[in-house]
Nanobody, 126 residues
């Protein structure tokens, strides 16, 4: 059984930083595409960032480019989301997601992801 467990959320002032972690178990991590999504109450879940199996390819939501960095450590079965220069509009529940695709996929499509974490709350105060 695949499990994705996020950690690292919390309350931070605007301009501050947080680092989210997502530990995966139950399937070969190095063959996964890993993504981060976020959701606020009453709104749809939105793509934030994704990283390819090797880590060589990344994609970002335009509004987080230059502020957020996605990375992974395949030896530790862990994906990370470093969030700097946080803004109040970044406040959301952040979800880690894993996909084990058979071919090329569109990283921003939440439908490609097979497994999801439980979410971690990020709150940015102004």
């Amino acid at each position: 059984q695949v499990q994705l467990v996020e950690s690292g959320g919390g309350l931070v002032q605007a301009g501050g930083s947080l680092r989210l972690s997502c530990v995966a178990s139950g399937r070969t991590f190095s063959r996964s595409v890993m993504g981060w999504f976020r959701q606020t109450p009453g709104k749809e879940r939105h793509f934030v960032a994704a990283i390819s199996e090797s880590g060589r390819t990344t994609e970002y939501l335009d509004s987080v480019k230059g502020r957020f960095t996605i990375s992974r450590d395949n030896a530790e079965n862990t994906a990370f989301l470093q969030m700097n220069s946080l803004k109040p509009e970044d406040t959301a529940v952040y979800y880690c997601a894993g996909a084990w695709p058979q071919g090329p996929v569109y990283y921003k499509d939440d439908g490609i992801y097979d497994y999801w974490g439980q979410g971690t709350q990020v709150t940015v105060s102004s």
